[in-house]
């Protein structure tokens, strides 16, 4: 997806409700395709509404709650991946890369090789702008999955390096070990890569109560469920 689909939808919100949104997410919808989810200030909070490419509001309950919560799971999903710090970890994974090949540290060299092609391999699925949908998330869970793994041999690796510190004056080992750990902490920073799976577990929760608060804040009437659900309470 191009800038100018976002620009052209921050136009849309602008246009109809006379103020620029804050944020839009680009997301798909099996009905009407591409949709942004746009949060627009409303008072002193911020209202929320799902357009599509034309700028015309969804207006199906479900197809917005639906819409919402991939949203949300989609970016809990990339910060579990380390998606969002791809650019960081492999300059630092190439550095240890380059260290323990220097040094002779066959694991060290072997686990963090692994673990750059594992980010470099992730890298085209998070650059630039993303649309939420369930193929992404498919593409990033496999992605992350390699990740996850070469990070256990990583750590591994940094743990053996560790091991063998005397700690005594200059040991060849210790920026070795600083390398290996700094890139740890860089690929962990928005959660543990070897933990995936259940982060994105955990992430439903939240991304349906997400949900919920957007459908309650939405700046167009809402058909569907919703409808029927006040009909039933009167």
Not at 27 to 38: E, I, M, P
Request: with cysteine; charged share 25%; aromatic share 6%.
């Amino acid at each position: 997806m191009e800038l100018f689909a976002i620009e052209a939808a921050a136009a849309h919100i602008e246009e109809r409700f006379g103020r620029p949104p804050t944020a839009v997410v680009p997301a798909r919808d099996l009905r009407s395709g591409v949709v942004f989810v746009c949060a627009v200030p409303n008072g002193d909070a911020l209202g929320w509404v799902v357009i599509d490419e034309a700028g015309t509001p969804l207006e199906d309950h479900d197809a917005i709650r639906q819409t919402v919560e991939l949203t949300a799971i989609c970016e809990a999903a990339e910060e579990s991946a380390s998606a969002l710090s791809v650019d960081e970890a492999m300059p630092a994974l190439a550095d240890a890369w380059r260290m323990a090949g220097e040094l002779g540290e066959a694991e060290a060299e072997l686990a963090t090789h692994a673990a750059y092609q594992a980010v470099e391999a992730l890298q085209p699925l998070v650059t630039g702008i993303r649309v939420a949908d369930p193929t992404y998330l498919d593409q990033l869970a496999a992605a992350a999955g390699l990740v996850g793994d070469r990070f256990d041999l990583l750590k591994e690796a940094a743990g053996q390096v560790s091991a063998r510190l005397t700690g005594q004056g200059v040991d060849p080992l210790e920026p070795l070990a600083q390398s290996l750990w700094g890139a740890i902490r860089i690929l962990s920073r928005d959660g543990a890569p070897d933990r995936f799976r259940e982060a994105v577990e955990l992430a439903m929760g939240p991304a349906a109560a997400f949900a919920d608060d957007v459908v309650a804040q939405y700046l167009v009437p809402v058909t569907g469920d919703i409808a029927i659900e006040t009909e039933d309470a009167t």
